[in-house]
């Protein structure tokens, strides 16, 4: 494997419950993430995939330090960054950048887009000394394939793909290793979509960068990924290179999410085999016994309300040296292929 | 036909000018057909159907030409009571944002209820009843504990079950579904859409269903109707359209999505923006992005080329695009 530019360990998150307004109590609380493990390569993409409430941007929040983790450890370069404060802190941010999922509401509407793309360089003025931010700015703008002229103008004038592009831009500024990517794409027109995937995976390999990429589209998220993780209700269940979480899943509920995405391939349609999962996510303020899955899952049994499953390579698979032989949390993993994968033209 | 619209156009008249959002749509839906209406957004696929069910918010839009035939009767002719006994009754409409579509501060049975109430004069204990019976069709656990529950007791997916349950409540003969799931989760969508399928079945309705997502429709319709800046470009069979497109901007939509069962290289992408609803280019006004214009495609409006039996398109060079 390369080598890691971002470990995570034993991630938690969780946000009290209170009640009484003078003397407050704790009644419970909100699991929004509830022990996350992974690590990000240097120069690699790692897709995080979940359905909503899973826990995916909550996870994003604390990489790039806007929520503090209840417990757990991110290492950015070996160094635990939930531990450092001040200084530290703040050049290490430098280094973990993100871009966010609505271009509507993360550009500030009053400010030009000069002064949004060039907001780091005052945070960080070490990165571009006073008379070089403009120069600066603007070949930003060239990168991301927006005329450099427009430096003038605000938000309001740009359409969603070239407002994404701005706030793309923005998360380069810094030069960071890791880029944070949250839906970057969702709220864009399919069309258009395409276009800024192209660009984040041309600025990839130009700026060598890391990426831990979350979305909810599978499709995408293949598309871009060379790791896939699964989450389900604050923890990943399932880890792996991308032929191996879409070809060869373990996990129940990776099965029934790949086969519930609609293809745009009308054939498919009465070939396809459909696992319709009942009922929906349980809460986050009380998640199952054991198994989380568990309450969906047509395969639970007795032991999976009794034992929580770890993330690991399943026994049946351990000393398999084939593509099923990858991390995933089930008691019952078995191999099941949902999607027939076809080599491009 | 159970429903046709012909040579549709829709403008809004604001501030800032005029902006053509529908210029001339002509399409059908038959019973027990689903109808897909693709389009991305500012394509104009809502207001045709805003149009269709009579809700249109006039002004600031403005019909201004083409006739929606719907079970032998242009609506368009008909009075605003006239026309209000047909809605609801006759058709339905399922929006895309359960959430903000149904009544925070009345309880879902009373909502559903009310269908009951208003179109059968049905008294509240009958209409609750019925209520019941619609939340257990669409599958809603203890629906008659529930009954009394407000909308945000709900999950998403529920919710817009419940939407679908008013829309089939006095068993419409056409179903007007506008991003049914785009606003739900992929496990959920999936639940929706079989359930919505099912039901269409059941009571052989027409469905014309308006999304912007490929997968779905190939998952569902029998026939796409592709739109882009007002007009429909191409109209086909589902099968024949993902085999082979017939109009430039169909092709590029489908090489320029991810897909899941392929690792793919880098994507096409359409060059360019939609255009503007105010000031769409003159000749084709998907020539600025099309990578196949000509001098013929910035002056001349294409006209809707028969492509096949029940398979049309709008664009000058048709026949070079089937063919790659």
């Not at chain 1, 530019?5 to 998150?13: H, N």
């Not at chain 2, 991003?179 to 099912?198: G, I």
Request: with cysteine; charged share 25%; proline share 6%.
């Amino acid at each position: 494997m390369v080598e890691p530019i971002l470990e995570v360990a034993g991630l938690v998150k969780h946000y009290p419950l209170t009640r009484g307004i003078l003397f407050k109590k704790q009644v419970g609380s909100v699991k929004a993430v509830d022990g996350v493990d992974f690590t990000l390569g240097k120069g690699e993409t790692l897709g995080i995939v979940g359905e909503s409430g899973c826990g995916k941007s909550t996870v994003a929040k604390m990489l790039v330090n806007l929520e503090r983790p209840t417990a757990g450890s991110i290492k950015f370069k070996g160094e635990d960054i939930t531990k450092l404060s001040g200084k530290a802190l703040k050049s290490v941010r430098r280094n973990i950048q993100m871009v966010f999922q609505d271009p509507y509401t993360s550009l500030n509407p009053r400010m030009t887009v000069g002064d949004i793309i060039g907001e780091p360089y005052d945070i960080h003025p070490e990165v571009a000394p006073k008379g070089d931010r403009r120069r600066k700015v603007q070949e930003l703008l060239d990168v991301v394939g927006l005329n450099p002229e427009y430096i003038n103008r605000y938000p309001h004038q740009f359409s969603g793909g070239q407002r994404q592009r701005i706030g793309i831009a923005r998360g380069l500024a810094l030069r960071p290793e890791v880029i944070v990517a949250d839906e970057p794409v969702s709220a864009l027109d399919v069309s258009v979509q395409a276009q800024v995937i192209n660009l984040l995976d041309r600025l990839q390999s130009e700026f060598e960068l890391s990426y831990l990429f979350i979305a909810h589209d599978l499709s995408i998220v293949r598309h871009i990924s060379d790791r896939v993780g699964v989450m389900y209700l604050g923890r990943i269940v399932e880890i792996g290179r991308d032929a191996e979480i879409y070809d060869h899943p373990t996990h129940p509920y990776t099965q029934a999410l790949l086969s519930a995405v609609p293809l745009p391939d009308p054939e498919a349609r009465e070939r396809r085999e459909r696992i319709i999962l009942t009922g929906d996510v349980p809460s986050p303020t009380n998640i199952p016994s054991g198994c989380r899955f568990r309450t969906r899952c047509w395969k639970a049994q007795e032991r999976c309300a009794l034992e929580v499953p770890a993330l690991a390579v399943p026994a049946e698979f351990r000393f398999a040296a084939g593509p099923a032989a990858h991390d995933s949390a089930c008691h019952f993993a078995e191999e099941k292929q949902v999607v027939t994968t076809k080599e491009p033209e | 036909m159970l429903l046709e619209v012909r040579d549709l156009h829709v403008e809004f008249r604001t501030r800032d000018g005029v902006a053509k959002a529908v210029n001339g749509v002509d399409y059908g839906v038959d019973e027990g057909e689903t109808l897909a209406v693709l389009g991305e957004s500012g394509s104009g696929k809502s207001v045709t159907a805003q149009a269709i069910m009579g809700i249109l918010d006039i002004p600031p839009g403005k019909i201004t030409g083409g006739e929606i035939v719907f079970q032998g009767q242009d609506l368009l002719k008909l009075k605003e009571d006239e026309r209000r006994k047909v809605r609801g009754a006759e058709m339905a409409m399922i929006f895309q944002d359960a959430l903000s579509s149904l009544n925070p501060v009345l309880s879902v049975g009373d909502q559903l209820g009310e269908m009951f109430v208003v179109h059968r004069g049905m008294s509240k204990k009958d209409a609750r009843a019925r209520a019941v019976e619609l939340m257990d069709r669409v599958r809603i656990p203890a629906a008659k504990e529930r009954v009394r529950d407000y909308p945000h007791q709900f999950s998403g997916g529920m919710r817009q079950r419940i939407m679908i349950a008013m829309a089939l409540a006095l068993e419409p003969a056409l179903i007007i579904a506008d991003e049914p799931t785009t606003a739900l989760d992929v496990t959920v969508q999936a639940q929706v859409m079989e359930l919505l399928a099912e039901l269409q079945r059941e009571y052989n309705m027409g469905l014309i269903l308006i999304t912007h997502d490929l997968g779905v429709v190939a998952d569902v319709a029998d026939r796409i109707a592709v739109m882009y800046a007002g007009r429909i470009v191409e109209q086909a069979p589902v099968h024949d359209i993902y085999k082979a497109p017939a109009h430039p901007y169909t092709r590029g939509l489908l090489d320029s999505i991810p897909r899941l069962d392929q690792k793919g290289q880098e994507l096409y992408a359409i060059k360019g923006l939609p255009p503007n609803l105010m000031n769409i280019p003159p000749g084709c006004a998907f020539n600025p992005r099309c990578p196949m214009a000509r001098d013929v495609c910035r002056t001349d409006v294409p006209p809707l080329y028969d492509v096949d039996d029940g398979r049309t398109s709008a664009c000058h060079f048709w026949t070079e695009c089937l063919n790659g």
